[in-house]
Nanobody
Framework: VQLQASGGGSVQAGGSLRLSCAASRRTTSNNGMAWFRQAPGEEREFVAGVNWNGSTTTYADSVKGRFTISRDRTKNMVYLQMNSLGPEDTAVYLC?????????????????WGQGTLVTVSS
């Protein structure tokens, strides 16, 4: 079970980034997926989640209207398009997979975690 996140970097406030999570077929074929983030000294927080076939998504209030989660099951990929980034979005972003078809926003519902990718937004 492997999840590999990429796409992080440094951007100016107002900019955009697209994160990618490459998952093993065994992990993602029928599993809910999500992005979480963790800023230094902060708790890990939910960002966005998607169900097994991409038909249902959910977002943290802080990113609604700015971030979009999507998945491509044919490629075993999950994406997070982040627009209108602000300094408050600076964090390590992690992708996660659940054993269930849709796991929602609780970190405890996710069984598999990838390494993070760092997003830094400067003002």
């Amino acid at each position: 079970v492997q999840l590999q996140a990429s796409g992080g970097g440094s951007v100016q406030a107002g900019g955009s980034l697209r994160l990618s999570c490459a998952a093993s077929r065994r992990t993602t074929s029928n599993n809910g997926m999500a992005w979480f983030r963790q800023a230094p000294g902060e708790e890990r927080e939910f960002v966005a989640g998607v169900n097994w076939n991409g038909s249902t998504t959910t977002y943290a209030d802080s990113v609604k209207g700015r971030f979009t989660i999507s998945r491509d099951r044919t490629k075993n990929m999950v994406y997070l398009q982040m627009n209108s980034l602000g300094p408050e979005d600076t964090a390590v972003y992690l992708c996660a997979a659940a054993r269930s078809a849709f796991a929602g926003s609780s970190r405890w519902a996710y069984n598999y975690w990838g390494q993070g990718t760092l997003v830094t937004v400067s003002s």
